[in-house]
């Protein structure tokens, strides 16, 4: 797979926000020395590849504390009031989105990996044992909603007006078009909710902690897609701290690491598709996106 096919994939991503003890705003970026820890807000902090990163960052002489968050809507504010140096959980839609949507601009300083998002079902084996009128779940927040719309559209359970798009909502269904119903939750509740629907469409993050398999999932994005570029996984920081170069070295150091890039592969499942974009193609795809999202505003 080529670069251009790499960044032309999806991902997911998906996440979230209870803060666990964030310090209160600095003055500048931290430098990661032992008086100076960098801490970075991710979701799923108990993942074992960061273990793998924290340890292999300290070989480097760099400090960091991960902050563990359950909810995505608080990683990008934690960021822009200077509680956290940067986060790791969004893709480029949500971080416009953000951006647009409070007057912030946070950038990308790096990207991990793509994933897959895919449609689950404890009812049904397959796509076309799903009835007319069935009700499928689906993430509520704005860019995982499309994403999850779209990915509906393309196994034909539902009908977007004009084609749909990265920003398209519950309001753009066909609904006398559509096969199912489609329900909009919290992106932590979508495999809850699998008991009482015929499907859900659930993030990667959520897939194994609800006791379910990347395998069995009745479909999946398509990572070859060229529109796709959007949803590639990023580190975000404040514009000001783009080119600090302790922050460079963490980035350099998660996309290098053999044992962090292997402990990423597994705790996906191996559906991950790590990527070493550069900072100039993740500016270029996020002035894109910003611009369609200023757009749909």
Request: with cysteine; charged share 20%; aromatic share 6%.
């Amino acid at each position: 797979m080529n670069k251009k096919t790499i960044l032309a994939a999806v991902a997911v991503i998906p996440l979230v926000a209870l803060l666990a003890g964030c310090a209160g705003a600095s003055n500048g970026a931290a430098t990661g020395t032992e008086d100076d820890v960098i801490k970075i807000g991710v979701i799923g902090a108990s993942d074992p590849y960061w273990d793998i990163y924290q340890d292999a960052a300290a070989d480097e002489g760099i400090s960091i504390e991960l902050v563990d968050f359950a909810d995505y809507q608080q990683l990008n504010p934690t960021v822009s009031e200077g509680e956290l140096d940067m986060n790791q959980f969004q893709h480029l839609v949500f971080l416009a989105d953000y951006n647009v949507s409070s007057g912030s601009d946070l950038v990308p300083i790096g990207s991990t990996a793509i994933y897959p998002l895919g449609l689950y079902s404890t009812e049904y084996d397959g796509l076309d044992e799903i009835q007319e009128g069935d009700t499928v779940a689906v993430p509520n927040d704005a860019t995982n909603l499309a994403r999850a719309l779209l990915l509906l559209q393309a196994e034909d359970l539902i009908t977007l007006d004009g084609g749909g798009t990265n920003l398209s909502g519950l309001d753009d269904i066909d609904e006398e078009n559509s096969k199912v119903t489609v329900t909009a939750l919290e992106p932590s509740l979508t495999a809850a909710s699998l008991a009482d629907v015929a499907a859900a469409v659930i993030n990667n993050d959520f897939v194994e902690k609800a006791g379910l398999t990347f395998e069995g999932a009745l479909a999946a994005d398509d990572p070859t897609d060229a529109g796709a570029f959007a949803y590639i996984n990023v580190f975000a920081a404040r514009a000001e701290d783009k080119d600090n170069e302790t922050f460079l070295k963490l980035i350099e150091i998660f996309q290098t690491n053999q044992d962090v890039q292997d402990g990423l592969m597994a705790v996906s499942g191996d559906t991950a598709v790590p990527l070493a974009a550069t900072t100039a193609e993740l500016e270029a795809a996020l002035a894109d996106v910003t611009a369609d999202v200023e757009a749909a505003k």
